[in-house]
T-cell receptor
Framework: NAGVTQTPKFRVLKTGQSMTLLCAQDMNHEYMYWYRQDPGMGLRLIHY???????AKGEVPDGYNVSRLKKQNFLLGLESAAPSQTSVYFCASSSTADAGDQPQHFGDGTRLSIL | RKEVEQDPGPFNVPEGATVAFNCTYSNSASQSFFWYRQDCRKEPKLLMSVYSSGNEDGRFTAQLNRASQYISLLIRDSKLSDSATYLC????????????FGAGTRLFVKA
């Protein structure tokens, strides 16, 4: 029972490089999210998706793009990495959130360092 | 002002102690409330939802005070394994549900 799987778990990039973080969930959840977590800041929402083919901006979307071509996958892209994007990235999913009270299930994170 | 505020701690308590965390939120229209637990270098995991009437799960009790806009988490008979960061989470509806995570309160339980 995998739940939410993120790849890679660690990555070091040079400024200006691009990369894609992958998130896959096997719980048939409609909602998927990408967060970043920085010391003292808590989790901040980057982008989210309410279903296959749809995405929306969160609190800190600049410098990131996302795609949800399949219901089970949510990809986060960094087009031109900057040191300010050094962070721990978490993907999460939840069942239909319209009713509220639906907890999010998290992947175990991707630690990304931009030099 | 942050939408969800928590005392960052750390709280250092001996085993067996009772410890309480508070969390305040700014949006009076908030509808759903949760406590998550996050171990060092791990992902957040749901600890418990918080209901209007208050709810208990073993040694953990969560309460909601809508009038004062805060939620609390009480841990009784602390165990070493309770050492973690506890995240307060609030949701409200704004054309879709918006989830706000607090920055967390760190707890260290010592033998």
């Amino acid at each position: 029972n995998a739940g939410v799987t993120q790849t890679p778990k660690f990555r070091v990039l040079k400024t200006g490089q691009s990369m894609t973080l992958l998130c896959a969930q096997d719980m048939n959840h409609e909602y998927m999210y990408w967060y970043r977590q920085d010391p003292g800041m808590g989790l901040r929402l980057i982008h989210y998706s309410v279903g296959e083919g749809t995405t929306a901006k969160g609190e800190v979307p600049d410098g990131y793009n996302v795609s949800r071509l399949k219901k089970q996958n949510f990809l986060l892209g960094l087009e031109s990495a900057a040191p300010s994007q050094t962070s721990v990235y978490f993907c999460a999913s939840s069942s239909t959130a319209d009713a509220g009270d639906q907890p999010q299930h998290f992947g175990d994170g991707t630690r990304l360092s931009i030099l | 002002r942050k939408e969800v505020e928590q005392d960052p701690g750390p709280f250092n308590v001996p085993e067996g102690a009772t410890v309480a965390f508070n969390c305040t939120y700014s949006n009076s229209a908030s509808q759903s409330f949760f406590w998550y637990r996050q171990d060092c270098r791990k992902e957040p995991k749901l600890l418990m939802s918080v209901y209007s009437s208050g709810n208990e799960d073993g040694r953990f009790t969560a309460q909601l005070n809508r009038a004062s806009q805060y939620i609390s988490l009480l841990i009784r008979d602390s165990k070493l394994s309770d050492s973690a960061t506890y995240l307060c989470v609030v949701e409200y509806y704004t054309g879709g549900f918006k989830t706000i995570f607090g920055a967390g309160t760190r707890l260290f339980v010592k033998a």
